[in-house]
C-alpha cells in the first residue's frame, strides 16, 4: 500500500523509480481478486491468457474478480475491500459526485478511506487529485443506503458473460444505469 513492492532504488544515485508490471491481489477471507493489467504503448490492454481463465473460473461463482488498468485503481480496490464496502456502490457514489459537481469524465475520483467527523459519525471520503494537491468529498457512511436502489439496477452477471475480470468503474457504471434507463 506504501508502493514498497513497486518502487525501485538505484543502488548508485538511491533514485527511486516507479516500476509498473501486471499483478495479482488475492483476498482468500474476502474471496476476491484484483488483476492489474497495464495497457501497452497503443493503450490496448493485453487479453488474459485463456488457458488461465479455467483455473480461476474453478474458483467458483461467489469469488469477485476485478480487473483495472492502472495503480491508483488498484490500490483503491484494495483499500474498498478492506474497508468492508461493496466496490459498485462506491463506483455508484463516486458517479452521483461526479454528476453533481459537473466533472468532466476523466477526473480522477478516488475511494481514500474513512474517517470520523466532528460529530463522530464515520463519513466516506473520496478524493480527486488536482496536480499537487487533492479535493476531499465526504459523504456519511450511515447513508449509504439511498443508493440500494440504484444498485439494483447495476446487473454484474451480464459482465460475467462476456469476461471473468469485471472492470467496475465509472465507465461501466454510466454505461449500467444508461442501459437501465433504456
Not at 449509504?144 to 439496477?153: F, H, N
Request: aromatic share 10%; glycine share 4%; net charge negative.
Amino acid at each position: 500500500m506504501h508502493g514498497d513492492l513497486t518502487t525501485m532504488v538505484c543502488e548508485a544515485c538511491q533514485a527511486a523509480v516507479f516500476v509498473k508490471f501486471d499483478m495479482i491481489y488475492h483476498d482468500l477471507d474476502e474471496k476476491m481478486m484484483i488483476l492489474l493489467r497495464y495497457p501497452d504503448e497503443n493503450g490496448d490492454v493485453p487479453e488474459f491468457d485463456p488457458e488461465s481463465l479455467g483455473l480461476v473460473k474453478a474458483m467458483g461463482d461467489d469469488y469477485i474478480l476485478r480487473s483495472v488498468y492502472n495503480f491508483p485503481d488498484f490500490l483503491e480496490k484494495i483499500r474498498i475491500i478492506d474497508d468492508g464496502f461493496d466496490d459498485v456502490t462506491l463506483e455508484i457514489l463516486k458517479y452521483m459526485f461526479r454528476v453533481s459537481n459537473h466533472l468532466e469524465p476523466d477526473e480522477m475520483i478516488l475511494y481514500e478511506g474513512t474517517k470520523d467527523s466532528k460529530e463522530g459519525d464515520e463519513q466516506i471520503v473520496l478524493i480527486r487529485p488536482m496536480g499537487s494537491e487533492y479535493m476531499a468529498y465526504h459523504y456519511p457512511v450511515d447513508q449509504l443506503s439511498v443508493l440500494d436502489e440504484t444498485r439494483q439496477l447495476i446487473n454484474m452477471s451480464e459482465f460475467k458473460e462476456n469476461d471473468v475480470w469485471l472492470r467496475v468503474d465509472q465507465e461501466t457504471i454510466a454505461e449500467q444505469l444508461s442501459l437501465s434507463a433504456d
